[in-house]
């Protein structure tokens, strides 16, 4: 029996999760919150705080004041104003929000759902999904992926949109992280039907850039180039264009082990890699194509549970560790991922570094945490704003309590972090000093009818895809 015989025979009509559960039922919204100003003064007292900060360092007990959403000091003793609205860090951890360095919003629409046949795979599934998506559904969508994301604790995102098939698309994907106080990259990228002849449309990029420079709301965004494959003939002449308009510029390359070899080498022989080029996935790397890459400064981001669930090999960690190349991780798509937990995936990331190296010591939490932090900073070009905890920086952080049943003891902080934390555990996320979510829940007024919205997008394609 195939899967459209089964979801047509079965009383389960969907398997996704996105239409058969809530998961903002923990996410009640704080009614009429007072931590919903950026403009207040706050200090986080007495808390443990992982600053990734060299400078700064651990503090196994320390306070962090922010006013008007900068980090004005942070130490083990810190002065503040009579007004300062104090948070209690006792037994609680802060560290840096999480960077997600790569992620494709718009697929959630489509949540666990490829993977029984291949011609129902998550590249056959996805180009009958986004064919269907309107504007409107984009930002719905890409939404309830933000709200999912904060809630898990990640405070900027690198989201790599190829569905942008009308200016309408592109804007709602703008128009989501505005609405939901997400920090982030927005990668305008090609769609699922453009043809290698068709030009990538720089008249319409150009017209997002002028609105996001005019208007205020999308002043934590970046707009950058979603590059089209290695095999599009015009791919020179779109990096010089993203460049020349300021742009950086991410591309999937040599992403399946035995198919996708070479295609690292190709952009070197181009003369493009740059310090402003992200690859995504790169299980094909060879060690030349990692001393390319090294020595252009260019960065490679991990999706370990997308690329192990649809069958690329496993994340070239230890290649990517003996060239030093600046790593960072992503959930990718929660199509294949399940979820949005970064945590757990760098946990993944911990165990696959161990096995394929068969050294228990490889992977060090310090680093892991790294790559979801300052490392993902860098990548999306805003490690001057975020990605540590310094005076100076855009308060972006979380804070985790430490009594929880899975999230105590007295391990080494940052393993505990690696190995044990979850959203659940995620008592505050905080964006440019605005709080977002508050004793656990989320401080948006309508994550019900968020969810409700995109469980209706969800139903309403799925009955689509599998009516033609």
Do not use: C
């Not at 790569?102 to 959630?108: A, D, E, Q």
């Not at 003939?233 to 035995?258: C, F, T, Y």
């Not at 996935?281 to 990692?290: F, L, S, V």
């Not at 294949?336 to 992977?363: H, I, P, W």
């Amino acid at each position: 029996m195939n899967r459209r015989d089964f979801l047509k025979n079965s009383s389960l009509l969907s398997l996704s999760p996105l239409l058969i559960s809530n998961p903002f039922d923990t996410m009640t919204p704080t009614l009429e919150s007072k931590t919903l100003s950026n403009t207040g003064v706050y200090l986080i007292k007495d808390a443990e705080i992982l600053s990734m900060d060299t400078a700064i360092g651990h503090l196994q007990k320390g306070s962090i004041l922010i006013e008007n959403g900068v980090i004005k000091a942070i130490g083990s003793t810190v002065s503040f104003p009579a007004n300062a609205i104090i948070i209690d860090g006792h037994n609680a951890v802060v560290m840096p929000g999480l960077i997600d360095s790569h992620w494709h919003l718009w697929t959630s629409v489509m949540r666990s759902m490829p993977g029984y046949s291949s011609d129902e795979g998550y590249f056959p599934m996805s180009v009958k999904y986004s064919r269907l998506m309107s504007g409107p559904d984009m930002k719905i969508i890409s939404k309830y992926s933000l709200a999912e994301a904060i809630n898990s604790g990640i405070t900027s995102i690198s989201d790599f949109n190829h569905n942008t098939r009308t200016f309408e698309h592109a804007k709602a994907g703008l128009d989501a992280f505005a609405e939901m106080d997400m920090r982030g990259q927005f990668l305008y990228g090609d769609h699922r039907d453009l043809k290698e002849s068709d030009p990538t449309n720089f008249a319409e990029i150009k017209r997002l850039l002028e609105l996001v420079a005019k208007d205020k709301k999308y002043q934590k965004i970046r707009l950058d180039l979603g590059s089209r494959s290695v095999k599009y003939p015009k791919i020179q002449e779109d990096w010089n264009n993203a460049r020349q308009l300021g742009m950086r510029i991410v591309i999937h390359a040599s992403s399946r082990v035995n198919a996708h070899e070479g295609e690292i080498k190709k952009l070197h022989d181009m003369g493009i890699l740059g310090k402003d080029v992200n690859i995504i996935h790169g299980n094909a790397i060879t060690e030349q194509e990692a001393l390319y890459v090294s020595r252009a400064g260019s960065s490679i981001t991990m999706t370990p549970y997308s690329e192990m669930r649809v069958g690329y090999g496993f994340p070239p960690i230890k290649i990517l560790k003996k060239y030093a190349i600046l790593t960072g991780v992503g959930i990718d798509t929660v199509a294949l991922s399940g979820d949005g937990n970064l945590f757990s995936t760098l946990k993944l990331l911990k165990n696959v570094g161990n096995a394929t190296t068969l050294d228990e010591f490889y992977m060090n939490p310090y680093e892991l945490l790294e790559m979801a932090t300052i490392n993902g900073a860098k990548i999306l070009g805003i490690d001057n704003v975020v990605g540590s905890l310094a005076v100076g920086k855009q308060a972006d952080l979380i804070l985790m309590r430490k009594d929880d049943l899975n999230f105590s003891g007295n391990s080494q902080t940052e393993r505990l972090v690696i190995e044990a934390a979850s959203a659940a555990n995620i008592d505050l996320v905080m964006i440019g000093g605005k709080i977002l979510k508050e004793n656990g829940k989320l401080t948006y007024p309508n994550t019900n009818q968020l969810f409700e919205e995109a469980q209706e997008v969800s139903k309403r394609i799925q009955r689509q895809v599998e009516g033609s």
